[in-house]
């Protein structure tokens, strides 16, 4: 079983839409969790960091649920610019600054 | 600031050859980390640092791999002999510290093939 699991998809949704990713992780010990972006062909680069609590950022939203080990990215009102592949991303516990990648769930946005 | 910068951007070699990849991370950052990422497998830690000292190695797929991290601003991974298997986008990454909270900025990273 893969330490961090994510649909691959890919999405496809027309522009406005609301699409939401889910992605899974094994470790229970995990401190820290992260959903990070990468564009075709080029290097990932972190999107927001999320928080038990629930965190937002303009049309983004992620939340987190410890008991399920489950996190999850909502993206509202989908521009053609949020293309991209999202990997969620879990941070193991202890002070290693150690991350663990999911495979990446591809969107698609079309006009 | 510049960011990681990687070297070379691309490398087409043949098989048995030895290659050298080349990393810079961003000046004052701590903990640096070698990816691989493949179609198949995505992204997977090879090897990292932390204050240059190897923490991590489990992720080095085998003996014809090693990474070296000489001083706190060059780190290199080499692969000797390459195989046609070791084809895939090496992704270097700094951090500031080595809180596993600290975001990880990647370079653009060196596009193998292996011939």
């Known amino acids: 079983r893969k330490e961090v699991e994510q649909d691959p998809g890919p999405f496809n949704v027309p522009e406005g839409a609301t699409v939401a990713f889910n992605c899974t992780y094994s470790?229970?010990?995990?401190?820290?969790f992260f959903w990070y972006r990468q564009d075709c062909r080029k290097e990932p680069k972190l999107l927001m960091s999320?928080?038990?609590s629930g965190n937002e950022d303009g049309r983004f939203t992620a939340q987190l649920n410890r008991a399920s080990q489950y996190i999850s990215l909502l993206i509202r009102d989908s521009k053609l610019s949020d293309s991209a592949t999202y990997l969620c991303?879990?941070?193991?516990?202890?002070?290693?600054?150690?991350?663990?990648f999911g495979q990446g769930t591809t969107l698609q946005v079309k006009p | 600031d510049a960011g990681v910068i990687q070297s070379p951007r691309h490398e087409v070699t043949e098989m048995g050859q030895e290659v050298t990849l080349r990393c810079k991370p961003i000046?004052?950052?701590?903990?640096l980390f070698w990816y691989r990422q493949t179609m198949m497998r995505g992204l997977e830690l090879l090897i990292y640092?932390?204050?240059?000292?190897?923490?991590?190695d489990s992720g080095m797929p085998e003996d014809r791999f090693s990474a070296k991290m000489p001083n706190a601003s060059f780190s290199t991974l080499k692969i000797q002999p390459s195989e046609p298997r070791d084809s895939a986008v090496y992704f270097c990454?700094?951090?500031?510290?080595?809180?596993?909270?600290?975001?990880?900025?990647f370079g653009p990273g060196t596009r193998l093939t292996v011939l």
């Open positions: 470790n229970s010990a995990s401190q820290s």
């Open positions: 000046s004052g950052h701590n903990s």
């Open positions: 999320v928080y038990s």
């Open positions: 990454a700094s951090t500031t510290g080595s809180w596993t909270a600290d975001t990880q900025y």
């Open positions: 991303v879990v941070g193991l516990s202890g002070n290693t600054g150690k991350l663990i």
């Open positions: 640092f932390n204050n240059n000292v190897p923490i991590d």
